[in-house]
């Protein structure tokens, strides 16, 4: 699948009365990417202080958030008239279907795998010292916390000013290089999961469509749905091989079949 396939449909963007020119627009992301990493740093300070255990909640995953909320009231007239107009109710319900039936298939391909090769699932078990139930809300939070900034936020504004897919993968690889910790740990490792949240970028990106709610709502959903499937299969240890190449493959696979589906029928 080509890029210009895949970018054949673009969002449905308010109309402007005044253009809004290419610096203003990158100057608005360079505002949100130093916001970001700089809340993320100071939340990774935090976090030893916050009495959480970091297995259960990262505080990092809040960065995202406080960076947009930094760049919103900055340039609120700017971002209001490049974030694109809600779709149907139904478009929505729609959207959050298909991926939770990404995220079971997900869950079922990397399980299935990781069964083929006799290893042993972690399952529904304590994490971080807190219960497995508290533990996926803590999840839930923290998703909605990255999806505000990442697809709330960036892909929609890089989105009107290229394709859907470059915007997707722009998006996807701020994403991935955010995630500082999975590129020190060698070269198999940090290609993997590079390759892993492209895949879940795609994912996310094409699946959620509409207005800034209308897209933190369904990436929240299967960003969260994503990261229970992975504890369920390694736990913390979500690094581990060949747990982590399961996940490649299977991100790849599911990224393709959702873009294939999205070129078809938009």
Avoid at 28 to 38: K, N, P, R
Avoid at 141 to 160: D, H, K, N, T, Y
Avoid at 243 to 255: E, K, P, R
Wanted: hydrophobic share 55%.
């Amino acid at each position: 699948m080509s890029p210009t396939e895949m970018s054949s449909t673009r969002p449905e963007f308010t109309d402007v009365t005044r253009p809004v020119t290419t610096g203003r627009l990158w100057a608005m992301l360079g505002v949100y990417v130093v916001s970001t990493l700089t809340a993320s740093v100071i939340l990774l300070a935090a976090q030893p202080h916050s009495g959480i255990d970091r297995a259960a909640l990262s505080l990092v995953q809040f960065g995202p958030a406080l960076g947009a909320l930094i760049t919103w009231p900055a340039f609120r007239t700017t971002v209001s008239r490049l974030l694109p107009a809600p779709v149907p109710a139904r478009r929505v319900g729609v959207n959050v279907l298909a991926m939770v039936a990404a995220c079971v298939a997900f869950w079922l391909l990397i399980t299935g795998a990781t069964l083929l090769v006799d290893i042993d699932l972690v399952g529904p078990v304590a994490v971080g010292g807190v219960p497995f139930a508290v533990f996926v809300l803590f999840q839930l939070v923290g998703a909605c916390g990255e999806e505000i900034g990442w697809r709330g936020l960036m892909q929609p504004l890089l989105e009107s000013r290229m394709g859907k897919f470059a915007a997707v993968t722009v998006t996807g690889a701020a994403w991935a290089l955010w995630h500082v910790q999975a590129f020190v740990a060698g070269p198999v490792v940090a290609a993997c999961f590079f390759v892993s949240v492209l895949g879940f970028a795609i994912i996310l990106g094409y699946l959620g469509t509409g207005s800034f709610g209308q897209r933190v709502l369904v990436a929240t959903i299967g960003h969260w749905l994503i990261n229970v499937a992975m504890y369920l299969l390694a736990g913390d240890n979500t690094t581990d091989r060949p747990q982590l190449v399961f996940m490649a493959i299977a991100a790849v696979l599911l990224a393709a079949t959702t873009g294939l589906a999205r070129r078809d029928h938009g």
